[in-house]
């Protein structure tokens, strides 16, 4: 099977890889409107400073084995992998040499929708965290900050049918997010496989 090739980050402490068309757009755009519209979505709430404000996108868990996941005092609880989710992930473990458990879905309706700086390290996540992130609809920035070395920051556009592949050391030293735009953009889908064991 033909697979793009990989455009790995030319950063330290950290083992990351961009495939700019892991799903061609036929297929990217079928999967953006299935999950579009068949997600069962939710808005958590978030505490800032001791205030609490709606989570800023929309949020969906699936899960093979029912285990909960939990991050920024949320905690969610899995729907049943959907045969659109089966599909794409098969896909990636064709790549990636794990089984996933989970996917975080997150649904970013505008650019007023972001994601903070924060490192994918829970501990139900294991010691060196394998996250699978696919991105389908409207192109974002993806920031990233070295946690120990300034100097050290990387930012890469996630593409409408991509695949970035977080492995190794990277969530220890790294941490990343989706920054807020002004931006009139359209809506982004982005899935993040895991696995919680």
Known sequence: MFFDPCTKLDVPDAD??????FLDLKKADHYFRLLRETTPWQQDKIKVFGKVYPQPRLTALFANNKKPYSYSNITMYPHEFSPGL???KQKIEELAPVKFTTCLLNLYR???D???WHADNEKELGQ???IASVSLGEQ????????YRPEQKHKLLLGHGSLLLMQGET???WKHQ????SRIIGERINLTFRIIP
């Open 16 to 21: 990351i890889c961009y495939y700019p068309h």
């Open 86 to 88: 089966i599909q794409i």
């Open 110 to 112: 505008d650019g007023k």
């Open 114 to 116: 972001g994601n903070g």
């Open 128 to 130: 060196n965290p394998v």
């Open 140 to 147: 974002r920035y993806f920031h990233l900050k070295h946690d």
């Open 171 to 173: 969530q220890h030293f």
């Open 178 to 181: 989706i920054p807020k735009t």
